[in-house]
């Protein structure tokens, strides 16, 4: 099976075009900014259709080598293969070391789309000494030649406790996806949608 197999059978979900235009990108950076988490979305043929700011972190760093950028590519896809398989929510450790959760995108029992929280730390490494044991293999394996200025993006880099947090953080996901779905596809206005998620999430009241 393939990343894009369900979005054959309905054109309008392939392009995400609701999706990449309009209030979904600027409500992204939005959340990426309250949670400390980089939020993206991506189509169910494998497109980025919503990339926001929090990427511009190590992961984009290692993202600017080849061997790093195939690994990524190879993560992400079978990160995808296993949400179009089980269409439930998971967390994932990355080959670079970070978490990554996946939420899937449904409309009318199809998979449309992924919503991703990505680049946060299975572990609180809170020293420079802590992320060079934890890091300095990925440095040699993809072949960074600036260590400093890896180590440098970790400001943004966020870590999330085990059980309560990570469960909170999934299922915050989970219903936001299910939030773009019906917002996207069955004519939900963006007012309608904001409400929803305000009465739903406390920290929505603050955005």
């Known amino acids: 099976m393939t990343a894009a197999t369900p979005a054959t059978s309905n054109p309008n979900v392939n392009t995400m075009v609701t999706f990449a235009h309009g209030q979904v990108p600027d409500l992204l950076k939005k959340i990426e900014a309250l949670t400390g988490i980089a939020l993206s979305l991506r189509s169910t043929s494998g ?3 919503v990339k926001t700011d ?7 760093v290692i993202r600017g080598t080849e061997r790093g950028r ?6 992400y896809k079978n990160i995808e293969e296993r949400l179009l398989r089980r269409k439930v929510p998971f967390v994932n450790v990355c080959y670079a070391g970070f978490l990554v959760f996946a939420a899937p995108i449904e409309f009318r029992g199809e998979m449309v789309g992924t919503l ?4 946060i730390l299975p572990q609180n ?3 420079r000494f802590e992320r060079e044991v934890f890091f300095d293999h990925i440095i040699n394996a993809v072949g960074i030649k600036d260590r400093e200025a890896f180590y440098q993006t970790f400001d943004k880099v966020r ?5 309560f947090e990570r469960v909170s953080f999934m299922s915050f996901l989970e219903t936001l996806g299910e939030n773009f779905s019906r917002m996207a596809f069955a004519g939900k206005s963006w ?3 904001f409400r929803e998620m305000q009465r739903e999430f406390r920290t929505f009241r603050n955005i």
Request: aromatic share 16%; charged share 20%; net charge neutral.
């Open 47 to 49: 497109d980025v259709v």
């Open 54 to 60: 929090y990427f511009f972190g190590p992961c984009s």
């Open 70 to 75: 195939l690994r990524c590519r190879r993560t």
């Open 116 to 119: 991703l929280g990505s680049q």
């Open 125 to 127: 490494l809170q020293t």
């Open 159 to 163: 870590y999330l406790n085990p059980d």
């Open 191 to 193: 007012p309608e949608f």
